[in-house]
Nanobody, 115 residues
Framework: QVHLVESGGGRVEPGGSLTLSCVAS????????MAWYRQVPGKERDIVAS???????GYVGAVKGRFAISRDIATNTVYLQMNDLTSEDTGIYFC?????????WGQGNQVTVSS
């Protein structure tokens, strides 16, 4: 099972930017997908962005044009660049690895957007 370690959360003012990083303990398999999810208190964990082994990217509508998911194959790292942040983006961000029927989660990083 892959192990995921996240970094990069914090507090930022509205309109600011943050980049989250997620390092996987091994290279992605060809059928493997990685994603970023966000969870706020009292609500389910929702997907924000995803990227496949082939580099195909997907975004939830609310972040399209503001967030960018990318990866560095050499370091097994997936990034989430978040721009023009609003208070609606506040939450705990989790890195996710999905292969077959197995989900693996990172430890979660708090992102707070507030003035």
């Amino acid at each position: 099972q892959v192990h995921l370690v996240e970094s990069g959360g914090g507090r930022v003012e509205p309109g600011g930017s943050l980049t989250l990083s997620c390092v996987a303990s091994r290279p992605l398999a060809t059928s493997e997908q990685m994603a970023w999810y966000r969870q706020v208190p009292g609500k389910e964990r929702d997907i924000v962005a995803s990227i496949t082994h082939d580099g195909i990217k997907g975004y939830v509508g609310a972040v399209k044009g503001r967030f960018a998911i990318s990866r560095d194959i050499a370091t097994n790292t997936v990034y989430l660049q978040m721009n023009d942040l609003t208070s609606e983006d506040t939450g705990i961000y989790f890195c996710n690895d999905f292969i077959g029927s197995q989900f693996t989660w990172g430890q979660g990083n708090q992102v707070t957007v507030s003035s």
